[in-house]
């Protein structure tokens, strides 16, 4: 048997378990993982600037290609604090993420001991495990249990806290002869199947709502192929974009409160069943569950059996992987087809495709400051299909849900439950590690954008490109607009004339300054005529350069986006104009038709 430190057993599972990337920040309770890191080579390791910047990169990376699991790696104490927000969100949108903290040596940690903390305790809600290992000997078995429930039922992360002996402590570890466990994955059954096909055949009026789920188990190809053979209709939630691309025919838009499209929600509310697969009902998707549900008989597949009856009751409801079971929908599906036994949905699929064409909302505008909208369009016409678009939260992730195309699976990364600010520079680093070929784009408003800025400068050191497009109005947009309710306007408003910057009037933050400090190119435009220019210029940029380039965009102060004000899917405010003539909106998925 081999002989080795438990940090370099750990390292050496790390790679038989096709762990080829790692983000994180060295210090003393970690340091002998990094010397097995070091000593063992074959895992490339991207030093972040922020401990909580790398659990977004791993989520980033995760989230980018299936099979992926992103690890992130940090020191004891505060280290594994900043990391619960990667955890959080991860756990949220079931992703799975590896993190390995460093603690305190075990004789002291119960003795307040410099930087230890019990962060096996404060990480168990927000992870499929947390735990701090005690003996040496169980590192091996922790981490084979840990990628065994990262990747089985419902992913999610896992956290690992190494007190520092116990890390040096040496063990008997042969990695020649280390094997993953199984993957535990629920199934559906056939009877499962030929029921939830019987009530789907038996409505007039079918929807398949696919969530993040479908994309999690890399199921698009299954959907697609389903919805095709049934001619239904298939809505993506936000997590689900890219599940079939905009333009296809059976494609009928998003349904929400917000990140939603105004067709979308009109034929959801004219549907009669829905089969829900993968997604767990969020609430900016149904908001109000009386108007959501109205006439509507609902089959829910999720691979987390608990999921099931937790929002509200389906009348059907199986436990299964989503790629398992879409397959078996398919080969169930075919069979009727064969035998002349499925209804023809061709006068319901263009109801959809007829609203799409219709219901659009506008966005040529002209104006100098430049409206939000009109960002959008302009992204449109200088990023194709083949774009990787990462964003989190506000007005400007809304707004981009609202009127930007996706195409492919995984080319819409967004952190859908948590939200937090401050995630989209390093996940979109994330993104760009584990596709290095890729266009990356991000979307950030400018709150969103200064919470974890410095995280450009691993970009500038590791040389990770991507166009970091910024819309600055000097506000916190999306929390302005909800306190509208509350008749104030109260502690949003991020202006200051900047002593160093006057010609920014009182935008405040010099973005370009700040960026090209951290090591990367920045432009900004002022006038809608120049943003498709600049965007063109960023990607020649970004790709002679090898460092993130940020596009700023000046934006009005004010802009109230479309969304619902009373958190029904029936009543969404179009605050702004709507498109009435093809010119209003020049790059919709469908020419609008009037």
Not at 124 to 144: C, D
Not at 386 to 395: A, C, K
Not at 456 to 480: D, E, F, S, T, W
Not at 536 to 564: F, G, Q, Y
Request: glycine share 8%.
């Amino acid at each position: 048997m081999a002989r080795m430190t438990a940090a370099r057993a750990a390292v050496e599972i790390l790679k038989q378990e096709g762990v080829t990337d790692a983000f994180g920040v060295p210090g003393a309770a970690i340091n002998p993982f990094y010397a097995a890191l070091k000593a063992s080579g074959g895992i490339d390791h991207t030093l972040a600037r922020h401990v909580e910047g790398a659990s977004h990169m791993a989520e980033g990376y995760t989230r980018t290609r299936p099979g992926n699991i992103g690890v992130c790696i940090g020191t004891s104490g505060p280290a594994g604090t900043d990391m619960i927000t990667g955890l959080y969100s991860a756990t949220g949108d079931s992703i799975p993420i590896l993190c390995i903290t460093g603690q305190a040596p075990t004789a002291v940690i119960h003795k307040e001991d410099f930087q230890a903390v019990d962060i096996a305790s404060i990480a168990k809600p927000v992870t499929k495990m947390a735990v701090t290992v005690l003996e040496a000997a169980q590192v091996p078995g922790v981490f084979q249990q840990a990628f065994h429930l990262m990747r089985s039922g419902r992913p999610g992360p896992v956290l690992i806290d190494l007190p520092v002996d116990v890390q040096l402590t040496e063990i008997e570890f042969d990695p020649e002869t280390y094997e993953p466990l199984p993957v535990y994955k629920p199934s559906a059954s056939r009877p499962q199947i030929e029921k939830a096909l019987r009530m789907l055949n038996a409505s007039e009026r079918p929807l398949i709502v696919a969530g993040g789920g479908v994309i999690n188990a890399d199921a698009s190809e299954a959907l697609l192929e389903f919805a095709e053979l049934t001619g239904t209709p298939v809505v993506p939630t936000l997590m689900g974009w890219g599940v079939l691309p905009d333009d296809h025919e059976l494609n009928a838009g998003m349904v929400g409160l917000q990140t939603s499209h105004r067709y979308g929600n009109a034929t959801f509310l004219e549907s009669d069943f829905v089969l829900g697969i993968g997604n767990r009902w969020a609430n900016r998707h149904t908001g109000k569950l009386d108007v959501y549900t109205a006439g509507r008989t609902f089959v829910h597949v999720d691979i987390e059996p608990t999921q099931l009856g937790r929002i509200f009751a389906p009348d059907f409801g199986i436990a299964s992987d989503a790629k398992t079971a879409l397959e078996l929908f398919a080969e169930a599906a075919r069979e009727l087809k064969a035998a002349g036994a499925l209804p023809d949905r061709s006068a319901w699929a263009r109801a959809a495709q007829e609203k799409k064409a219709r219901l659009q909302r506008r966005t040529h505008f002209d104006d100098i400051p430049i409206k939000p909208q009109r960002v959008y369009e302009e992204m449109n016409k200088v990023f194709g299909p083949e774009t990787r678009y990462v964003s989190t939260i506000g007005l400007s992730q809304i707004a981009g849900a609202q009127m930007l195309h996706v195409h492919r699976p995984r080319h819409w990364i967004n952190c859908g439950q948590a939200g937090p600010l401050g995630w989209t520079v390093p996940a979109a680093l994330g993104v760009a590690k584990a596709d290095p070929e890729a266009s990356v784009v991000a979307l950030s408003g400018d709150y969103d954008f200064q919470f974890m800025i410095e995280e450009l400068a691993v970009g500038a050191q590791h040389r990770i490109p991507y166009v970091h497009v910024l819309v600055n109005n000097a506000y916190l947009g999306l929390i302005r607009q909800a306190q509208r309710a509350f008749d104030i306007d109260f502690q949003v408003n991020l202006e200051f004339e900047n002593l160093n910057s006057p010609e920014l009037g009182v935008y405040g933050v010099d973005h370009i300054k700040v960026a090209e400090g951290l090591g990367c190119k920045a432009l900004r435009v002022t006038d809608p005529g120049e943003l498709g220019a600049a965007f063109e210029h960023a990607l020649k940029l970004a790709a002679e350069h090898r460092v993130p380039v940020v596009v700023e965009a000046i934006l009005e102060r004010v802009t109230d986006i479309a969304m619902s004000t009373t958190n029904d899917i029936s009543a969404v405010v179009e605050f702004e104009e709507v498109a009435t003539e093809p010119g209003h909106a020049p790059t919709s998925i469908k020419a609008l038709k009037t």
